[in-house]
């Protein structure tokens, strides 16, 4: 069974940018949760998609917004990017039932200048 | 909102060395899940606990879940240079429904190394 895929690997922008990343759960998953890792705030959660739905979000600002389509597969916006937003952006997939380990795909590196 | 403290966050170990971690949650936890992250690499789910006082093993790791479902923690006998890593735990705060989604807590993580 294919892991978790996250595009692009890598990714530069500059301040006031937006980025539009991409996460393929693993087949028949169908939450999809996105985490923001940095050295000094560790793992934060960001949000959780789940049928297409918002389930759950953390505490980050409206410029941080994402999607589920149909086929499970989830998309995370950043608008108006910030020096701050420089981090790794790790998606992860579970089946979406009660207390079930999460799946981590490689994550997408976001460096702003 | 729900904190996940973990301590030490960082533990240098000669190998052959015994190795633990704690984590604490400000909350009553639905489970707690841990995870190991390579350096360079992306976190891996390594057990999860539910039960009040829940021991499990696996190998030469030991984890264990608190009486009160708030603490746990993670012990490895005699490490080897391929323990080496960071080791979050991760918990789900039970809700008022008593079931748990997909908002994970993370701890700062405790990062180990290992010298041969």
């Known amino acids: 069974k294919a892991g978790v895929t996250q595009t692009p690997r890598y990714l530069i922008k500059t301040r006031g940018q937006q980025v539009t990343l991409s996460c393929s759960p693993i087949s028949g998953h169908r939450s999809v949760s996105w985490y923001q890792q940095t050295p000094g705030q560790g793992l934060q959660f960001l949000f959780e998609y789940f049928s297409e739905t918002q389930r759950n979000k953390g505490n980050f600002p409206g410029r941080f917004s994402g999607r589920q389509f149909s086929n499970s597969r989830s998309e995370m916006n950043v608008s108006t990017l910030e020096l701050g937003d420089s981090a790794l952006y790790l998606c992860?997939?579970?089946?979406?039932?009660?207390?079930?380990?999460?799946?981590f795909g490689d994550g997408t590196r976001l460096s702003i200048l | 909102g729900q904190q996940v403290m973990q301590i030490p966050q960082y533990q240098h170990v000669q190998e052959g060395e015994d190795f633990t971690t704690y984590c604490n949650s400000s909350?009553?936890?639905?489970?707690i899940q841990w995870y190991k992250q390579r350096p360079g690499g992306h976190p891996v789910f390594l057990i999860q606990l539910v039960k009040s006082g829940e021991v499990k093993k696996q190998k030469r790791l030991t984890f264990q879940f608190g009486e009160a479902k708030k603490n746990s923690s993670l012990h490895i006998t005699a490490t080897q240079t391929t323990d080496v890593g960071t080791y979050f735990c991760?918990?789900?705060?039970?809700?008022?429904?008593?079931?748990?989604?997909?908002?994970?807590?993370f701890g700062q993580g405790t990062i180990l190394t290992v010298h041969p």
């Open positions: 991760a918990g789900l705060e039970a809700n008022a429904g008593g079931t748990s989604y997909g908002k994970l807590t």
């Open positions: 909350t009553t936890l639905s489970n």
């Open positions: 992860a997939s579970s089946p979406g039932q009660p207390n079930q380990p999460q799946h």
